[in-house]
């Protein structure tokens, strides 16, 4: 019989193979039998699972152990990611057997069995010997995209590295894959570049921040910044990978780069602006400073993207490309010369010719370059993607002309916006969207061929921080929303109106209560709590936001 869970994301199948709850338990003599490929899997469960139980889980067969295998079974049914879990006691001396299609499936699994322990195997607390009890039943259970992901902005706030490790763990344990750091903007520079210190000597420190939506009149006077370290950034991606997670790196070109072009002024279109006078940006918006389109730029940011492909294993590196003001480029003479000298159309052709520098330069180096959907203007190089975020247009251009696209749209999945329609939501900007609204996005538009809509790789949740000044601001606008993201990207679910958001809402109940372990500062079901209520002039809407819905 299938068997009532509350496992988030929900799985493709949860049966009950008879007998009772709690007749299988974990205790001293429950052992790890990790098999060849699952032993980061066979880590991580003595950090966080024999942290919570109070148990060494030492190596060996045992009487009473936990199976962890790689299957070709698994794999041909459910692909490298897909996993079969059993608690009935079907293996002798076995209590739980996990077999991955590949040893990230083996991970999820181990995932899963960690929700079946309940809500205080989050914490780090042992459980007490009743709190060990497992429920009878074989889950098997696979993604419905390979790319399942979180963008977290790290430019415009900071986050510390120990942080952006917190967040690793978070998107474990809702089956995410893909952590897209946005790394540069123009209010800050985060990531070391040895051969360019200036980057971050200059660009990684503003002297003040604007409190607020760009609309605001509130200044936060205190000089703000932070950079990740080469050595941070190794321990980042290694945490990561730990976790069955890759870190996309963004270094965000031509736009978007007053920062840089503060700490290096001959970046800047120095023929029609002063770019030694400027600073590292302090507001919000769009920003008019871009690079100059001249060799010397891209030789620079060749010199980036070498070290930043040291650092980073990631197939795909993001190159942003993204709201790119060419009013600098129509008055530059230089950049009016360079179009006429590659015989361009005009300055959209000219951001093309920029973006495929780099799309030719990283398929030398056996990566993929990825953009926002503006890289689609002008023409887009052969093998690039695309991060779909103005609704879902450019993802759908994207995909039925052969281009990989991954769905983040604005309108459903920007995790900035507010969550409810009241006035004290926290500097509550942009749309609503609800915990139920995110439920029911559907990354793959109905109107997509077959063939098109196979070009839709994954979806991703954006969390831009213009108005997330510390961990439990970023903490409250992602949680719980999170949460219904997750199960939208992995699970197999029915089209956004037949969704059965009441049974989700029951399987939150105990997912509340792993948040609550975990330390998540999330957004309860009632509403902010006293003290994140924040009503007053920071409540405006941002300028050029959509009606409320």
Known sequence: MTFETDLIPAALVAECRGGAPGLLSLDERTTLDAGPGTERTARWLRSALGAATGL?????PG???????ISADVERVHGPEGYRLSTDGSVADAAVVIEGGG??????????????????AYRKAPLGRGERDLPP???????????????????????????VLRYLDLLAAHKLN?????????????????????????????????????????????????????????????????????????????????A???????????????????????????NPNVLAPTDAVLRFYEGVFEEVLDLFPSPFVHVGGDECPKDQWRKSPAAQARIEELGLADEDALQSWFIRHFDRWLAERGRRLIG??????????????????????????????????????????????????????????GYVRTLEDVYRFEPVPPSLSPE?????????????????ENRARVDYQVFPRLAAFAEVAWSALPAPAERDFTDFERRMTAHYRRLDALGVDYRPPTGPRPWQRRPGVLGRPIEGAPPKV
């Open 56 to 60: 060494p889980l030492p190596d060996g």
């Open 452 to 468: 098109a809509a196979a070009h839709v790789i994954g979806a991703q949740a954006n969390v831009w921080t213009e108005v997330m």
């Open 63 to 69: 009487p009473h152990r936990i199976l962890l295998r």
């Open 260 to 286: 840089a072009i503060a700490a290096y002024p001959e970046l800047g279109n120095t023929d029609v602006v002063d770019t030694g006078a400027l600073t590292v940006w302090d507001t919000w918006g769009v």
């Open 137 to 163: 039943l074989t889950v098997e259970d696979a993604p419905r995209f390979p790319w399942r992901g979180l963008m977290l902005d790290v430019a415009r706030h900071f986050m510390p590295k120990d942080d």
């Open 372 to 429: 926002w959907d503006e890289i689609l203007e002008g023409g887009l190089a052969e093998g690039a993607a695309v991060s779909s975020w103005r609704g879902y247009a450019g993802g759908v251009t994207a995909a039925e002309a052969g281009h990989d696209v991954v769905m983040c749209p604005e309108q459903q999945v920007y995790l900035d916006h507010r969550q409810a329609p009241g006035e004290d939501e926290p500097m509550p900007i």
């Open 178 to 258: 893909v952590l897209h750091l946005h790394l540069t903007d123009d209010q800050g520079w985060r990531i070391e570049i040895e051969r360019y210190p200036r980057l971050t000597e200059v660009g990684a420190w503003r002297a003040r921040t604007k409190w607020g939506h760009r609309a605001s009149p509130l200044w936060n006077e205190t000089p703000h910044g932070g950079y990740y370290t080469q050595d941070d950034i190794r321990e980042i991606v290694a945490h990561a990978a730990e976790r069955h997670i890759t870190v996309v790196p963004e270094i965000d070109i031509p736009g978007h780069s007053q």
């Open 103 to 120: 040893p990230a499936g083996v991970f999820w699994g181990a995932q899963t069995l960690r929700q079946l322990l309940g809500p205080d």
